[in-house]
């Protein structure tokens, strides 16, 4: 071992096994996130489906910038139909709301938005869902 570490060129080896090492587990240590955006001509915004394993945690959130209208947001399970696991509200203006559940099954997730009532437009906001 300690011939390892006379040689100059094996310090620059050692050092970057090192640091390669050091730097994974926090790499696996981020989750990933999918976002979704709602424009004022929009009633109703879906976003892309999300690989989930049963049991993962899942949080999603939803932030409005100046909405006329509350939005309502939630989380859907896809197995061929679409099947609503957790929803919020978040208030008109500058409302937000979040929430955080496990995920039941295995398979597609997605997050999805609706502006105020039955066609209403006028919102304006954020959203992700992170898992």
Known sequence: MR????NP????VLMTLALMLAIVPVQAAFAAE???YMLPNEH???GDFVWISKGDSVYYEWLNDGSIHG???GVYYFD???KLISNKTAGSGNGGAWALFTAPYTGNYFLKANCGGAGQTG??????IRY
């Open 44 to 46: 109703s915004v879906t």
């Open 71 to 73: 939005v309502g947001f």
């Open 80 to 82: 061929g139909s679409s």
């Open 3 to 6: 011939k390892l570490f006379k």
């Open 123 to 128: 919102c304006v906001g954020s959203g992700f």
């Open 34 to 36: 999918e976002y979704l």
């Open 9 to 12: 060129k094996n310090h620059f």
